[in-house]
């Protein structure tokens, strides 16, 4: 029985098989390597994944999805919302406890792909982001415009929250470019592929208030930073220097990273 697309659920199926095979090049899976896909639908993807891998976990929230998916004995099938399911908790599992009562060996990091839901992509990547001690690296198909804001450049239209809550951290790269027919049913919007490579030696800092600071920044995007970010830092008794006669996309990621330094330091002293 054919498996309609459900549109609470964000559904369009990759169908171009040239398309699923330069993703399948991009990711270069290789046999043993844990890996979870985020979504697999038809399996268009899963399929030549495990081909490779020898073994695969999927995490699928559609029911009648998962039914079939656990018909495949070399994928280990969570049937879920990726937003509940804890990434550090599935790589430990790939360990033998043997293993992590002696410490003889560290789990080995998680790669993670998938077609994400267009509808909630972005809560994706922030869930992910809060795990990305224990990934190796990510590679996701999603809507086109959501990947240009991903790697934006500051200074230019697209460079926004998004951009520097994830660029502190990973270094990304648009891979391909998928077009709207490459699916069933058809998408309303152009899609790509990014690669997204976690930070060897990321910045220290305090990503609660990171977090909070970027968004108070881009808060009011058009107008100066002394009307948002220039304000809270105020409130904080922040006695630095802080260029605030600039605009939040004229920042650059660094900047905004030793500015939060700069306030936990005062803050410790």
Not at 22 to 49: F, K, S
Not at 227 to 240: I, P
């Amino acid at each position: 029985m054919k498996h309609l697309a459900r549109k609470r659920f964000g559904q369009h199926f990759l169908s171009d098989a040239g398309i699923i095979d330069a993703i399948v090049r991009a990711i270069d899976p290789q046999p043993g390597q844990p890996m979870v896909e985020i979504g697999p639908g038809l399996a268009a993807l899963t399929q030549p994944l495990v081909e490779r891998l020898g073994r695969l976990t999927v995490i699928e929230l559609d029911r009648d999805l998962a039914k079939r998916l656990r018909e495949h004995p070399q994928l280990d099938v969570i049937e879920d919302d990726v937003l509940n399911v804890d990434f550090a908790l599935i790589n430990t599992a790939r360990t033998a406890p043997e293993k992590i009562v002696t410490g003889a060996t560290a789990a080995p990091k998680l790669r993670v792909v998938g077609n994400l839901p267009y509808n909630i992509s972005t809560p994706i990547l922030f869930h992910l982001l809060d795990r990305v001690d224990c990934i190796q690296d990510q590679h996701f198909m999603l809507q086109k415009e959501v990947i240009d804001r991903m790697v934006a450049a500051p200074d230019t239209s697209d460079f926004s929250r998004l951009s520097v809550m994830l660029q502190w951290r990973y270094a990304m790269e648009d891979v391909l470019f998928v077009p709207p027919e490459s699916f069933d049913p058809p998408p309303r919007v152009n899609s790509a592929v990014v690669r997204m490579l976690p930070l060897e030696a990321p910045p220290v800092l305090n990503v609660g208030l990171f977090s909070e600071m970027v968004q108070v920044a881009f808060s009011q995007r058009r107008k100066l930073l002394r009307h948002t970010l220039g304000a809270w830092l105020d409130a904080r008794g922040f006695a630095g220097h802080f260029d605030v006669q600039r605009r939040a996309q004229e920042v650059p990621v660094q900047e905004y990273v030793n500015l939060v330094q700069a306030l936990e330091a005062a803050k410790a002293a």
